[in-house]
Nanobody, 119 residues
Framework: QVQLVESGGGLVQAGGSLRLSCAASGDILSNLAMGWFRQAPGKERAFLATIIWGNGRTYNADPVKGRFTISRDNAKNTIYLQMNSLKPEDTAVYYC????????????WGQGTQVTVSS
């Protein structure tokens, strides 16, 4: 089992920055890929970025390339999403998720954290 707890959301003005954190616990972390998703009101959940826990390899979705960066801290069992140049359309609930490297779907999800960007 894997437990994920997000933090770091809040209200920020357009152009500002936030860093989200996702603390992970469990005994299979080294076999996981971690991801960040978001869901805006009335929209489907959207993939943002992923990182392989073991080797740190990352991939960002096109809409956030150059603005959002995913990273990890192995010592703290925590992944981060650094969000810069935030726009009102980035307003959403942000979720941390995990999947086994042998699986295509994310099976473990955090509770979500609200990010609101004011214009």
């Amino acid at each position: 089992q894997v437990q994920l707890v997000e933090s770091g959301g809040g209200l920020v003005q357009a152009g500002g920055s936030l860093r989200l954190s996702c603390a992970a616990s469990g005994d299979i972390l080294s076999n996981l890929a971690m991801g960040w998703f978001r869901q805006a009101p009335g929209k489907e959940r959207a993939f943002l970025a992923t990182i392989i826990w073991g080797n740190g390899r990352t991939y960002n979705a096109d809409p956030v390339k150059g603005r959002f960066t995913i990273s990890r801290d192995n010592a703290k069992n925590t992944i981060y999403l650094q969000m810069n140049s935030l726009k009102p359309e980035d307003t959403a609930v942000y979720y941390c998720a995990a999947r086994l490297l042998t699986q295509a779907t994310y099976d473990y999800w955090g509770q979500g954290t609200q990010v609101t960007v004011s214009s």
